[in-house]
């Protein structure tokens, strides 16, 4: 390494702010340090100025030989709560002023005293000063997965940074590596100390762990990469599609056909991806789109665009709902924006003589302008079966019905009455446009046709009483004959202009209560309120009634409906399963009601199955495990116990013989091959006893703190079996557990014993304790042969010795009843591999009166995973 010329090379480019460069990783240890030196050093063999402002390398020495040869600038000291650190030195960089920065770990926090508390606001620092800076941050620090990586690992994440900081840089590069090719390269001692290498291993660095930690650096990376991509197109004003990958909109108006759309959409998409998942855009794929017109006259049905929704969610796709007045328009603007490759429409509904009335659909206007996006239109069971020509609308009450026509005679010949008795005030103007409000107010109380009814009479009324000569049905100037034309044109526009925006308020205070109602039903299943009372106790307080209930009896099977009423009008049954009926009482439903309704009974008989399904695995359980126990204790009994006993009675037998003389030596070896075969027996006889405590619920647990530097040294000492010597680690650091202290005593006498048996020769037994994310985990490593994964489940079956190659060492309960104890406890047995080879028992237990604990991390281990 080589130390800064004191004078400032003119580097820095003034004129515009410096570049930003990322690497971005999914673990520590890919190697986004290196790769950012190995950049360094290229563009230092160019010509370019580069310095380094920080760098950590971890004493790894790869990392440290990249570093050789390139300037650095040395770092400040500064002390903190009684120790020294060192940061970057912010002013000697920018006074320094290179072309290029290396900054190492963005989402550091600075040491207090500096300008920043982050590093990433000492970056912009340098960018503002036109300094390009070359930087390395991992995935879980990004602000928007920090609870997402905890969540995965266990382990929170303190030092973060916001989303932005990151996606505003103009290059990002990911250094992507294997989970196992990582683990390889610590197993090799290439990321961390030999000492750490296990713990790391074992908690953070597990296989699932890093698997799911670099897909989500992919799908970050990938969505990014999309980002941009429309960005350019956006900025280029690129309108076609660009076929980078396939995706597949299909549009729905909310009818019965949807379902049958949705399914072939996802069929087209699934084979246009090669019948894999979907990429890295994941769910973008497919995308569902609902234009919902803004005047909020479409007819969709709110519980079918429900259903769809969660039909398109349950096959990997995306819902969406857009506003528009046209629905081709919106649906191809749509399209394009998404840059969708196919479009999937339904045939339409329409009669022929509606098609006629009314011309071209939808689906034939998407065709013509669809440009470079194909167009799949599918048919369906309803395609040509929808209304010949459209209905009126029929939600106005009885009375306004009624009231609507009369009014529209009754109060223009009031106004007449009123005009005639004030002559000569008022001008004709004035006269028709008191006619006119009048018919506004028609409109207002019985609709469009009892306006028009109002407004035929006012024409009538204003032309005999008002407009000369009066008192004739004749007109006698041209003007006025024009002037009540246009009051009849006039009438007749804004009362149906009224009218639609009457119906429209309506509609739209209709929709926001079934919204309203949608969403508390929602909200009650977001929170887990799933149980059939709660959905009952909820449906009678959405809808205000008295009662509901469910009744059971022999009903058709069949989609939900509503069903039927009583006779006096205040009970509506919804049938919710081939044998269950909703039963409401209190008071009659409106239609829109009833749609909100049958949303309810979805969500109530999806309950009611899971509860019964439920209740049927719970007693059919416990019989399949007696079951298989009995018959796997009648096969083993036989042979197992018949070992020990033939050797203890083969001995006792010897003994007891007067034909034999025994030496003093055979006689001890007898006694002590009885005593073995006994022993032997007396442990094969606790763990059937065990085993059956287990199985009928009659183990009595004593759960208080345990500590395993106390326990696991008694279990060692049980052990007959020397061959594979016991080392132990972290047992006093470890926290106490909530625990039966005799039953994990029997569980690591049980785990240790089986890892003995598998061992190599001139290999040990590692067991080491450690703390992660409110457990305490005890970890029983050998070096033998290991388990394939698919065989991990396998060895927790009773009466079975996977893997062994001597089948007279017991009823391979050992396992199975160790898994029994720690789950009777609250706690977990589950199998991994060793790193290097061999199997790994991770026991895991919660920890003592500490519901919340925070992963124990040696200083090293917490520097490496922030």
């Known amino acids: 390494m080589t130390q800064p010329d004191v004078t400032a090379a003119p580097g820095a480019r003034h004129g515009r702010p410096g570049k930003l460069k990322v690497f971005l990783g999914a673990a520590p240890g890919v190697g986004k340090t290196y790769r950012m030196l190995d950049e360094a050093r290229r563009r230092a063999a160019r010509g370019t100025d580069v310095v380094v402002g920080y760098v950590e390398c971890h004493k790894r020495p790869n990392t440290e030989a990249k570093l050789e040869g390139l300037e650095v600038v040395p770092r400040v000291e500064r002390r903190y709560r009684g120790a ?9 960089v920018l006074a320094r002023a290179p072309q290029v920065a290396l900054v190492d770990e963005m989402a550091h926090t600075n040491i207090p005293g500096g300008a920043h508390a982050k590093r990433w606001q000492d970056i912009e620092d340098l960018l503002a000063a036109g300094i390009d800076v070359i930087t390395a941050v991992n995935i879980q620090h990004l602000e928007s997965l920090n609870d997402v990586v905890e969540k995965i690992t266990g382990v929170p994440q303190r030092e973060t940074l916001p989303d932005e900081v990151v996606r505003r840089a103009d290059e990002i590069e990911l250094v992507d590596m294997p989970a196992e090719a990582l683990r390889r390269r610590m197993a090799h001692g290439n990321v961390y100390a030999p000492e750490k290498v296990d713990a790391a291993l074992s908690n953070y660095f597990r296989v699932g762990n890093l698997t799911a930690l670099r897909e989500l650096a992919l799908l970050w990376v990938a969505g990014r ?14 309108g076609r599609v ?54 909020g006259l479409a007819d969709s049905s709110p519980a079918a665009l429900s259903r769809q929704r969660a039909l398109v969610e349950s096959l990997g796709g995306s819902f969406h709902s857009v506003v528009g007045d046209h629905v081709p328009t919106a649906l191809l603007e749509f399209a394009r924006a998404e840059n969708a490759t196919q479009l999937v429409v339904g045939v339409s509904r329409r009669g022929r003589l509606s098609r006629f009335v009314t011309g071209r659909g939808v689906g034939e206007t998407i065709v013509e302008r669809s440009g470079d996006i194909d167009v799949h239109m599918v048919s369906h069971e309803r395609a040509g079966r929808g209304r010949l020509l459209p209905t009126p609308s029929n939600d106005l009450p009885f009375v306004r019905k009624v009231s609507g026509p009369v009014a529209g005679f009754v109060l223009p ?23 006119l409000l009048t018919v506004v107010g028609v409109a207002c109380i019985g609709g469009v046709v009892s306006a028009l009814l109002a407004s035929v009479t006012a024409s009538l009324l204003l032309n005999y009483f008002f407009i000369p000569p009066i008192g004739r049905f004749t007109i006698g100037e041209t003007n006025n004959v024009l002037a009540l034309a246009v009051f009849a044109v006039v009438a007749v526009t804004v009362a149906t202009i009224v009218d639609r925006s009457l119906r429209l308020g309506r509609r739209a205070a209709g929709a926001t209560a079934e919204a309203e109602t949608l969403s508390s039903l929602a909200g009650n299943i977001l929170r887990g309120d799933q149980a059939v009372e709660v959905l009952l106790q ?29 006779e006096a009008g205040d009970t509506v049954s919804v049938t919710v399963g081939p044998q269950d009926t909703l039963v409401l009482r209190g008071r009659r439903l409106a239609a829109s009601e009833r749609r909100v309704l049958v949303a309810f009974a979805g969500h109530v008989a999806s309950a009611l199955e899971r509860a019964r399904l439920a209740e049927a695995a719970a007693e059919v359980e416990p019989v399949k495990a007696a079951d298989r126990m009995r018959t796997a204790l009648l096969a083993a009994v036989g042979h197992d116990l018949r070992t020990p006993l033939a050797g203890a009675w083969a001995a006792i037998s010897s003994l007891r013989s007067r034909e034999v003389e025994f030496s003093t030596e055979d006689r001890d070896e007898l006694l002590t091959t009885a005593e073995e075969s006994l022993a032997r027996l007396s442990r094969l006889v606790d763990n059937l006893l065990d085993m059956s405590r287990l199985q009928a619920g009659a183990l009595r647990l004593t759960l208080r703190p345990t500590a395993f530097a106390e326990v696991v040294p008694l279990a060692l000492d049980s052990l007959a079996d020397t061959t594979a010597p016991v080392v132990t680690q972290g047992l006093d650091e470890a926290p106490l557990a909530l625990a039966d202290p005799p039953l994990v005593e029997r569980v690591v006498a049980n785990l240790v014993t089986n890892a003995q048996r598998h061992a190599p020769e001139g290999t040990m037994i590692l067991v080491g304790a450690s703390a992660l994310g409110g457990r305490v985990e005890l970890r029983v490593a050998d070096r033998g042969p290991g388990l394939p994964p698919a065989d991990w489940e396998r060895v927790f079956e009773p ?54 604990a ?10 490496a995973l922030t």
């Open 413 to 435: 010949a009031l106004l007449t009455v009123v005009l005639a008795n004030t002559r000569g005030h008022l001008n004709l103007t004035s006269e028709a446009l008191l006619f």
């Open 799 to 852: 009466f079975q010795r996977l893997g062994d190659t001597d089948n007279t060492t017991g009823l391979g309960l050992g396992l199975a009843l160790s898994r029994g104890l720690t789950e009777a406890m609250g706690g977990t047995l589950t199998p991994e591999d060793t790193p290097g080879g061999g199997l790994t028992m991770v026991l895991s237990l919660p920890v003592a009166d500490a519901p919340e």
């Open 538 to 566: 909820r449906t009678r307080e959405a809808f205000g009634l008295e009662s509901a209930e469910l009744v059971h009896g022999p009903s058709r099977p069949g989609r939900l409906a509503v069903t039927g009423r009583d």
């Open 242 to 295: 660009w076929e980078t990958r396939e995706r597949v909109v299909v549009a729905l108006t909310g009818g019965p056909e949807g379902e049958t759309l949705i399914r072939r959409a996802a069929r087209i998409a699934e084979r246009s991806s090669g019948g894999g998942a979907s990429g890295a855009g994941g769910t973008r794929d497919l995308l569902a789109v609902h234009i919902a017109r803004s005047d």
């Open 84 to 92: 020294d650190f060192t940061e970057m030195d912010l002013d000697a």
């Open 854 to 863: 925070t992963p124990s991390l040696t200083p090293g281990d917490e520097e």
């Open 225 to 238: 990469v999309d980002e941009a991509l429309q960005k350019y197109r956006t900025e280029h004003g690129i």
